[in-house]
């Protein structure tokens, strides 16, 4: 397995407000996971998803069909 360093980011929707999740999508390529932390605390864990679940997730929020009642 090749050793890569996350490249964090977070949503420029953001507005720095605090509340902000970061995620290091490069490593679904290679990896097939996207790793998400708490911006306000980078040293602390993190959350690891399947790349095809981060992917679903970030198309229902682009199309608005979180699967709630309408």
Not at 40 to 62: E, Q, R
């Amino acid at each position: 397995m090749t050793t890569e360093t996350p490249r964090w980011y977070k949503s420029s929707y953001s507005n720095n407000g605090g509340a902000c999740v970061e995620v290091a999508t490069n490593l679904a390529p290679t990896h097939g996971t996207v790793p998400i932390r708490d911006s306000k605390n980078p040293t602390g864990p993190t959350l690891t998803i399947p790349a095809t679940a981060f992917t679903t997730f970030i198309t229902s929020i682009k199309t608005e069909d979180l699967g709630g009642t309408p």
